[in-house]
């Protein structure tokens, strides 16, 4: 009797569980590979191989969006490390108690304002007639109005900001968690700034580093407002030409194929970084 | 009126295995009903699995569990009249201290005013009639105490089952406790079963205190029997502080024995359990240091009297504890021996270094097969 | 040195705000476009009824985005904080071989880009609704891209969000609270209900409100998976995108930012433990 109310119980939790992971997850995307790997060949006529991602290797302009979205993904990660770490370190370690915890409230709410807002917001900063261009005339250092918009370092500077709180928040609660005294015992031992910053502070940090450049990797390489409004036609980014195969060219088992590269991607480069730094997916992923 | 011989619990050979490790192991005992009962044990003993099975939480493997003479196995935990003052107490945080009273009563199907009633009167009983209103957070540790043995005998359990609950708690107030616990024993005439590993807790409040060790029970007795008459080695050592140590049976003279200890000295012991009066068995001994008098050494030629032990040994240092102070003394063999001095009988100004001697008769030395 | 710092730390701050504010201020410019110069203080990109200042609570199309973005989120929070809480005990409560991989298989979504959350679904509902059609003659609209499919790819990735935040407050549950419970006499079943689930609940609605910005905000997944009516981060989008902006959607962006952050601060807020203040 008792057996069979737990088996129940079990069972009856597992049910939603399933549910959600069978038809929301694993059953489209193997509808998405099936999809990927057919090729339309009359109306109504189908086969069944490689062709979409063979397209794709032939077609320079396709693999090299994969490439530039790829590298332009590493280089937001590593610049909102760069960038973010001093920021987290700041949070943790040096702001007073009451200081710290405005600061961190500071950090989550605009995680809660949606993406396109926030680019929105650069748009009117940075176009032709926005506040910087005009500033910067009524300053007199420009004579004209100058275009910010549209171009690389604009794209970059937008995903930096897009992503940067997801690194500041794990790595600020990891080094949250660390012993002050940690830090001082190195100092007190002889180390130097660096040799402390090195040696003790980066090591203990590390969950959070790996959290942190995973999620914004992640984000980075998957986003499709901030490079479509920032970069504009030439953005280039591989999202939009999964867009452009499905909704505009509908070509849908193309953009299956595009699909499926970009996760294998992705994926590829987590698994990469998980086993970097020695982490494992369930640690990173509850650090955010 | 209680009936002098009603037996409340009752435990017949109890046992329970988890996963290869026998946690209990064919364990028997009954309590006579209105007593205070201790498990005493060190930890990993088993006395939490024996208390969980009685509340219902573990099923024993084998053997018989009977509440007022009615067996319980086949009865749900939620269904027996068994009530437990959890480790950490496990008041509910999310209700007023009222409403964790209420609890059980409300489970019971009992009518609103009758709870009203009952709350209050365990409220006034406990001695904390205003507090009803108040959040568990709110609370000394103190008083959760007492909450948590209130919600449990508003309810009128057979037999109060607590689990350590003095653990969490600091010094000072636990032994406030301990004698608090005592008193609402003694006020709720209910049958409590006791568990702890602080032999202090066991020896204060109980009637009957059973030694437990490695899922068996050693002895069960009055603090007072555990104390002077233990029965086995284990009991000895664990109950109070003791001098100990292992050697060899050479002689016996009547019920004295002469025994050879591992480390050269010769000492004279009554042994307490019959075969460690056989001749060239492994024994050890127990000297309590409230028996073992000190000297200061003057007459070398002082005559040793029949049936009593006497060392010479060197004071190491002061152990300086107002009435209950100490000198560790170290004997010839090396062996550092603790010994209670009385501080107003000419001992305030005894310095390490000093000779001494340390005398205590035969009566007062414990001695066991090994 | 440490000057140096905090002006870095200042100038950090400065680089989050400056977009926001700039989006914020100039819903109240009394001017046709959101760009310098200040013309005056208005609040007609608000409650202005009439063109060329038609405020945004007039502006039928927004309103309606408001309104399909706030019964997408309620049913999204709703039924992700239900798979959470079932997720919950189902990993922290139960043993069951290949618990491992299940909690890896349960952890994914969050890893996955949302574009391809949101082609994955697209395309298996419209096989399965082209195979209906195909077999039986039979439209199941359902399956066509629509508010009901906008609700399941957001629910693919939040429901991994809302499971962790649950989670994660029922570990530390002290299970004695549950015996202690039992012991004083309740059913199983109400246990369940006087004990366990009230002290989930903090976690439960902290999730929920959570649940509810992420499915607000939303953008990648929802693309692909909208039909008709859209909700209001796809509306805005193809203002911005397509027909320039005007200050409504600065209204907008105020109005939402105003609301996101007081929800999230409750969210905060709701989850801090009472009884950790002593």
């Not at chain 1, 009524?138 to 937008?158: A, C, F, K, Q, R």
């Not at chain 2, 025994?259 to 001749?279: H, I």
């Not at chain 2, 050494?297 to 060392?311: A, H, I, M, V």
């Not at chain 3, 209900?193 to 939303?218: D, K, Q, Y």
Request: proline share 4%; charged share 15%; with cysteine.
């Amino acid at each position: 009797m008792q057996k069979d109310i737990k088996r129940l119980s079990l069972i009856l939790l597992f049910a939603p569980f399933a549910l959600w992971i069978t038809l929301l997850i694993l059953l489209p995307h193997i509808g998405m590979v099936v999809l990927s790997l057919r090729e339309k060949v009359a109306p109504r006529v189908y086969e069944y191989g490689f062709a979409n991602y063979i397209e794709f290797f032939n077609e320079p302009i396709y693999w090299n969006t994969l490439i530039r979205t790829g590298s332009m993904s590493l280089l937001v990660t590593v610049l909102a490390l760069i960038i973010g770490f001093p920021i987290a370190y700041y949070i943790a370690k040096i702001a007073g108690p009451r200081m710290r915890g405005a600061l961190f409230l500071l950090c989550l709410i605009p995680l809660w304002v949606s993406d396109l807002i926030r680019a929105f917001g650069w748009i009117l900063l940075l176009r032709e007639t926005g506040v910087i261009s005009s500033f910067l005339q009524w300053l007199g250092i420009l004579s004209g109005p100058i275009e910010m918009l549209y171009n690389d370092v604009t794209v970059i500077i937008g995903l930096v900001y897009t992503v940067i709180l997801f690194m500041i928040v794990p790595l600020a609660s990891t080094l949250d968690g660390m012993d002050n005294s940690m830090i001082e015992a190195g100092y007190n031992l002889g180390g130097r700034g660096s040799t402390v910053l090195r040696r003790i502070i980066i090591p203990y940090a590390m969950p959070g580093i790996a959290s942190g450049c995973i999620i914004v990797f992640m984000l980075t390489a998957g986003s499709y407002l901030t490079p479509i409004l920032l970069g504009g036609k030439n953005s280039s980014w591989f999202t939009e030409q999964i867009y452009d195969q499905f909704i505009t060219r509908y070509n849908w088992e193309s953009g299956a194929a595009f699909g499926m590269l970009l996760l294998a991607f992705t994926s590829i480069v987590v698994w990469l970084g998980l086993k970097l730094t020695g982490q494992t997916l369930a640690n990173t992923v509850t650090k955010t | 009126m209680p009936d002098s011989t009603a037996i409340d619990l009752e435990c017949i050979n109890i046992s329970k295995t988890f996963s290869d490790v026998l946690a209990v192991d064919d364990v028997s005992f009954d309590i006579p009903s209105g007593s205070f009962f201790s498990i005493l044990g060190p930890s990993g003993c088993g006395k939490t699995t024996l208390i969980r099975m009685i509340a219902g939480f573990e099923q024993p493997d084998s053997g018989e569990i009977r509440i007022k003479g009615a067996s319980v196995l086949n009865t749900a935990p939620n269904k027996r009249n068994v009530k437990m003052v959890f480790q950490h107490l496990a008041l509910f945080p999310m209700m007023n201290v009222y409403e964790n009273i209420a609890y059980g009563l409300r489970c019971r199907g009992v009518a609103k005013q009758e709870i009203d009633e009952r709350v209050n009167n365990v409220l006034d009983r406990i001695a904390l009639p205003d507090v009803g209103e108040r959040e568990i957070h709110q609370l000394s540790g103190g008083q959760k105490q007492r909450i948590a043995v209130a919600r449990c005998m508003v309810l009128d359990p057979d037999v109060l089952l607590l689990d350590e609950p003095l653990g969490a708690l600091d010094l000072k107030l636990r032994e406030a406790m301990k004698i608090e616990l005592k008193l609402l024993q003694h006020q709720f005439d209910t049958t409590f079963i006791y568990i702890t590993h602080d032999q202090s807790e066991a020896l204060v409040m109980s009637d009957q205190v059973a030694i437990m060790n490695q899922g068996r029970f050693e002895q069960v007795g009055t603090p007072q029997e555990l104390y002077h008459n233990p029965q086995s080695a284990f009991v000895a050592g664990f109950v109070g502080d003791s001098n100990s140590w292992s050697g060899t049976a050479v002689e016996s003279a009547g019920e004295v024995l002469k025994v050879k200890t591992d480390d050269g000295l010769e000492l004279l012991a009554m042994p307490n359990d019959a075969r460690s009066t056989d001749r060239s068995q492994k024994v050890s001994i127990f000297i309590r240091p409230e028996f073992i008098q000190v000297e200061r050494t003057r007459d070398e030629s002082e005559n040793t009297q029949p049936g009593q032990n006497r060392l010479t040994g060197i004071v190491d240092s002061l152990l300086f504890n107002g009435a209950n102070s100490r000198a560790l003394v170290r004997s010839p063999t090396d062996q550092l021996i603790e010994a209670d001095i009385v501080l107003t009988g000419g001992f305030e100004d005894l310095k390490p270094g000093e000779d001494v001697q340390l005398i205590w008769s035969c009566e007062q030395t414990m001695c066991f097969s090994a | 040195m440490l000057w140096g710092y905090r002006a870095y730390v200042l100038a950090f701050f400065i680089f989050l705000a400056a977009p926001l504010l700039s989006a914020a201020t100039f819903a109240f410019n009394d001017s046709l476009f959101p760009a310098l110069p200040w013309q005056g203080f208005t609040l007609s990109w608000f409650f202005g009824d009439t063109e060329p200042k038609l405020g945004m609570f007039y502006d039928r199309r927004l309103i309606s985005g408001l309104y399909y973005s706030f019964i997408i989120a309620v049913m999204v929070s709703l039924l992700t904080v239900f798979i959470g809480t079932c997720n919950a005990f189902l990993f922290v409560r139960k043993d069951f071989p290949g618990k491992n991989f299940f909690y890896i298989l349960m952890i994914v979504p969050l890893v996955i880009p949302g574009v391809i959350l949101g082609i994955s679904i697209l395309v298996l509902a419209s096989s399965a609704a082209n195979g209906l059609e195909n077999q039986f003659n039979f439209e199941l609209e359902l399956l066509r891209p629509g508010i009901f499919l906008v609700v399941l790819g957001q629910i693919s990735f939040t429901a991994t969000i809302t499971s962790l935040v649950i989670a994660a407050k029922l570990k530390k549950f002290d299970i004695t609270m549950e015996e202690a419970a039992l012991n004083l006499g309740a059913s199983t079943n109400r246990v369940l209900w006087t004990v366990t689930l009230p002290f989930l609940r903090s976690a439960m609605i902290a999730a929920g409100i959570v649940a509810f910005l992420v499915s607000f905000e939303n953008f990648n997944t929802t693309l692909f998976l909208v039909g008709s009516e859209s909700p209001l981060t796809i509306t805005m989008f193809d203002r911005v995108h397509k027909v320039g902006s005007t200050p409504v959607l600065n209204a907008v962006s105020f109005f939402l930012m105003v609301g996101s952050g007081l929800l999230a601060i409750l969210s905060i807020f709701v989850q801090r433990d009472k009884s950790a203040r002593n």
